[in-house]
């Protein structure tokens, strides 16, 4: 089918062809829900075994091609991404709204980086060489096998090459399963590794529901590595499945990062981008959703983080004077709009915000709460939405204090002039990352991953390619000469 002009298949890609189901479920646009983009094939429990079957045929002789033979075929796909930008980020943004001139910009192309960058990665390891108990020891990685990758619907290009690319790199073959709300672009990228020519059964896609065809890849004891970002309660249920089968699994499962403003910040920094939090509609997991405030700074916060709020524009994400796109689907906007409704009840401060932008859309107004308390449901839980709260601290220990008195560590944002306080607050604050100073700064070779209930494990760099392999230590005992 047709989807902003370019062919999209709707069916599975298994073992290098394309594969249909006769269950199917519906795509639609958030940008016009009336918009049905597409009826796409619902994998179950056979095609499940199906792509995992293919996963294990291709797998010896993809781990046979060693890192240069590997990186000869991620090179390739990814100039094949750089060729197809323009289509990628239209189809994405039709399917999940996210803003077009980003997508165009930054966010599709870096895919095609991120299997340039674990190509890279994989050809330029060294391993540990070491001498010991008279012998002479070498670390080699082993690619571990078949992986299941489970992306999450925001920005699902992007996370899927974050995660495809390592474990392709790495030697393993890889079972992709989108999520059901945006899996458009993951079906692109099979059709951009057949042309670029990788052999069957290294990449396979597979569509439907998470609690059919989803459980069923993980469930599946020839599967030996898991990769999933979603939510905690769906990542107990992976996590059981893969203890069953002693797969090692990592989860990144969201965040409430913490925005701390100490009083001698640049005030200006802070408040701008505080309001950049409502990008994207707040479906951003590393957001600072908690803006923690120095007592003596709330006026002239406010006041600034205000101007810069008033001036995003709520609209259609191709508008190129958009800055903040609808909801994903009507189920997450109820969603979101639970969250403050019980806010309300609960005695919570709406500041601002709080209410849906026009009846007919999936819009929410950019909405600021100050919570009656720190235990608020509001301030505890990820509303994964343009909702951010607001509250004042005395001193530093009382900004670490709340910074760290969630259940989730993904990420923090801290503004200070004071370079000591940055070292000081920058080590206290738990958090997979904290920036200072700046924000939504990303590394490829940095770890990435949270604390608590934001996840298990690390992606990134060499910590990827590490997670999709199996060390081996080889011994030669050391010849003696008379």
Same mark, same amino acid.
């Given at each position: 089918?047709?989807?902003?002009?370019?062919?999209?298949?709707?069916d599975?890609y298994?073992?290098?062809?394309?594969?249909?189901?006769?269950?199917?479920?519906?795509?639609?646009?958030?940008?016009?829900?009336?918009?049905?983009l597409?009826?796409?094939?619902?994998?179950?429990?056979?095609t499940?075994?199906?792509?995992?079957?293919?996963?294990?045929?291709?797998a010896?002789?993809?781990?046979?091609?060693?890192?240069?033979?590997?990186?000869v075929?991620?090179?390739?796909?990814?100039?094949?991404?750089?060729?197809?930008?323009?289509?990628?980020?239209?189809?994405?943004?039709?399917?999940?709204?996210?803003?077009?001139?980003?997508?165009?910009?930054?966010?599709?192309?870096?895919?095609?980086?991120?299997?340039?960058?674990?190509?890279?990665?994989?050809?330029?390891?060294?391993?540990?060489?070491?001498?010991?108990?008279?012998?002479?020891?070498?670390v080699?990685?082993?690619?571990?096998?078949?992986?299941?990758?489970?992306?999450?619907?925001?920005?699902?290009?992007?996370?899927?090459?974050?995660?495809?690319?390592?474990a *392709? @790199?790495? =030697?393993?073959?890889?079972?992709?399963?989108?999520?059901?709300?945006?899996?458009?672009? $993951?079906? !692109? /990228?099979? +059709?951009?590794?057949?042309?670029?020519?990788?052999?069957?059964?290294?990449?396979?896609?597979?569509?439907?529901?998470?609690?059919?065809?989803?459980?069923?890849?993980?469930?599946?004891?020839?599967?030996?590595?898991?990769?999933?970002?979603?939510?905690?309660?769906?990542?107990?249920?992976?996590?059981?499945?893969?203890?069953?089968?002693?797969?090692?699994?990592?989860?990144?499962?969201?965040?409430?990062?913490?925005?701390?403003?100490?009083?001698?910040?640049?005030?200006?920094?802070?408040?701008?981008?505080?309001?950049?939090?409502?990008?994207?509609?707040?479906q951003?997991?590393?957001?600072?959703?908690?803006?923690? *405030? @120095?007592? =003596?700074?709330?006026?002239?916060?406010?006041?600034?983080?205000?101007?810069?709020?008033? $001036?995003h !524009? /709520?609209? +259609?994400?191709?508008?190129?004077?958009?800055?903040?796109?609808?909801?994903?689907?009507?189920?997450?906007?109820a969603?979101?709009?639970?969250?403050?409704?019980?806010a309300?009840?609960?005695?919570?401060?709406?500041?601002?915000?709080?209410?849906?932008?026009?009846?007919?859309?999936?819009?929410?107004?950019?909405?600021?709460?100050?919570?009656?308390?720190?235990?608020?449901e509001?301030?505890?839980?990820?509303?994964?939405?343009?909702?951010?709260?607001?509250?004042t601290?005395?001193?530093?220990?009382?900004?670490?204090?709340?910074?760290?008195?969630?259940?989730?560590?993904?990420?923090?944002?801290?503004?200070?002039?004071?370079?000591?306080?940055?070292?000081?607050?920058?080590?206290?604050?738990?958090?997979?990352?904290?920036?200072?100073?700046?924000?939504?700064?990303?590394?490829?070779?940095?770890?990435?991953g949270?604390?608590?209930?934001?996840?298990?494990?690390?992606?990134?760099?060499d910590?990827?390619?590490?997670?999709?392999?199996?060390?081996?230590?080889?011994?030669?005992?050391?010849?003696?000469?008379?």
């Amino acid at each position: 089918m047709s989807v902003a002009g370019a062919a999209v298949s709707v069916d599975h890609y298994i073992g290098g062809r394309r594969v249909s189901s006769p269950e199917t479920f519906e795509v639609r646009s958030p940008l016009d829900w009336s918009t049905k983009l597409a009826d796409v094939s619902a994998g179950d429990g056979a095609t499940a075994a199906a792509a995992v079957g293919a996963a294990c045929e291709a797998a010896e002789s993809w781990a046979a091609l060693g890192p240069s033979g590997r990186g000869v075929h991620l090179r390739r796909l990814a100039g094949a991404i750089d060729e197809t930008v323009g289509p990628l980020a239209e189809i994405e943004c039709l399917d999940m709204a996210m803003l077009l001139e980003s997508l165009q910009k930054r966010v599709i192309s870096r895919g095609a980086r991120n299997f340039r960058a674990y190509a890279d990665l994989a050809e330029a390891h060294s391993e540990r060489v070491w001498s010991s108990n008279g012998t002479d020891n070498r670390v080699e990685r082993m690619p571990a096998g078949p992986a299941v990758v489970i992306t999450p619907w925001n920005a699902p290009f992007m996370l899927a090459t974050w995660k495809v690319a390592p474990a *392709l @790199a790495a =030697g393993n073959t890889v079972v992709l399963k989108p999520a059901e709300w945006s899996p458009l672009s $993951a079906s !692109v /990228l099979a +059709d951009l590794a057949h042309e670029a020519g990788l052999p069957p059964g290294v990449l396979n896609v597979v569509q439907g529901l998470g609690a059919e065809v989803g459980a069923a890849l993980v469930a599946d004891e020839r599967v030996r590595r898991i990769s999933f970002t979603g939510s905690p309660e769906t990542a107990r249920a992976i996590g059981a499945a893969a203890a069953a089968n002693i797969v090692p699994f990592t989860a990144e499962l969201g965040g409430k990062g913490p925005l701390i403003v100490f009083e001698d910040a640049d005030i200006e920094a802070a408040a701008r981008t505080a309001a950049e939090q409502y990008d994207d509609s707040g479906q951003v997991c590393l957001a600072g959703t908690r803006l923690l *405030l @120095a007592e =003596g700074v709330l006026e002239e916060f406010l006041e600034r983080f205000e101007a810069h709020t008033d $001036a995003h !524009v /709520l609209g +259609d994400s191709r508008d190129p004077a958009t800055t903040i796109s609808p909801l994903i689907h009507p189920d997450h906007l109820a969603r979101v709009e639970g969250f403050v409704e019980r806010a309300r009840r609960a005695g919570d401060t709406v500041l601002r915000g709080g209410r849906r932008h026009r009846p007919d859309g999936l819009w929410y107004e950019p909405t600021l709460i100050r919570p009656a308390s720190n235990d608020s449901e509001i301030v505890q839980r990820e509303v994964f939405g343009p909702v951010l709260t607001l509250q004042t601290f005395a001193d530093e220990a009382e900004a670490v204090r709340l910074a760290n008195s969630t259940r989730y560590g993904l990420s923090g944002v801290v503004f200070t002039g004071s370079q000591e306080r940055a070292e000081r607050v920058g080590r206290s604050v738990r958090a997979g990352t904290v920036w200072v100073n700046c924000f939504l700064v990303r590394d490829l070779t940095a770890p990435f991953g949270g604390c608590g209930i934001s996840g298990l494990g690390r992606e990134g760099g060499d910590y990827a390619l590490d997670f999709h392999s199996d060390l081996k230590t080889v011994q030669f005992r050391q010849e003696t000469t008379a």
